[in-house]
């Protein structure tokens, strides 16, 4: 109306049964009356049914494509100090590994070790105390043998020396008594009667206050006194010496008997009797 296109009026629904135009896309066309060209009308239209359209199968549902999900965003780290701890350690072992290798290399060669078996410990010898020295032996007493007496006046040529008497003649006084003979009886064998041998100065008389005996001996003679041993020790000038020993006899024994029962390695038959001048 009023030259403007009228308004196309709402669709009318297509009689039941009428073939749907348009093709099979399901959609209905309406075209308005001749009745309403060009004019104002009221026109009283049923409200429409409701149209229901043909099943039509459903379209395949369009397969959903994977949409990646978007990166989630990582919260920021925070700044750690192990790295450089680590690092430090790393460092701190290899430098001590490099030095221990160091040292291992500039070490010698290890000697041999073989342990030798320790020897067991000798014992200390003990020390023995050393044996006293055995007391030397007595030299054997030798058998005197008969000295040369050219004149064959009882003297012997050395006694002669000693009395100064003459070993060529036997009465060196020539008073008829053998030189001999003299000295037994102790005169003088070179002096006249009454003169003795202690005259001649050539002996001296051994007497001492504990020994009950007196001894004449030759003044080149030396003696000793040992009161405890009760002995009396000669030594002449050549180093000969002549041991005198006296002992104590009970009155009940003989002479014979104390002998055989104090001297060692006696026999009666190596005793021989004598009588000194004085009748002993």
Known sequence: MFGKKAEAPNPVPAPSGAPASGGDFGVVIHVMPKDFYGKAATLNVDPPK????????????????????????????????????LAVVGLLVLAALGGMAYVFLRQPA????????????????????????????????????????ADSDGLTD??????????????????????????????DPIGLAPSTLLDTGAVKIFTDASVAFSIYYPTSWRASLNATASEVTFKTPSLAKMIVVWDEKAPELSV?????????????????????????
């Open 256 to 280: 014979e008997d104390w002998v055989l029962a104090n001297v060692e390695d006696v026999e009666l038959d190596d005793l021989h009797p004598s009588y000194t001048k004085e009748g002993y």
């Open 110 to 149: 290890p000697a041999d070790t073989t342990v030798e078996p320790t020897p067991e410990p000798e014992p200390e010898p003990t020390s023995e105390p050393e044996p006293e020295p055995e007391p030397e032996p007595e030299p054997e007493p030798v058998e005197p043998e008969p000295a040369n007496d």
């Open 50 to 85: 409701p149209v229901t359209p043909p099943v039509a199968a459903p379209a395949p549902a369009p397969l959903a494509s994977a949409v990646p999900k978007p990166p989630v965003a990582a919260p920021p780290l925070k700044k750690s100090h192990t790295p450089i701890v």
């Open 158 to 187: 050395v006694e002669e020396l000693l009395y100064r008497t003459d070993f060529r003649d036997p009465d060196s006084d020539q008073d008829t008594f053998l030189d001999g003979n003299e000295v037994f009886h102790r005169y």
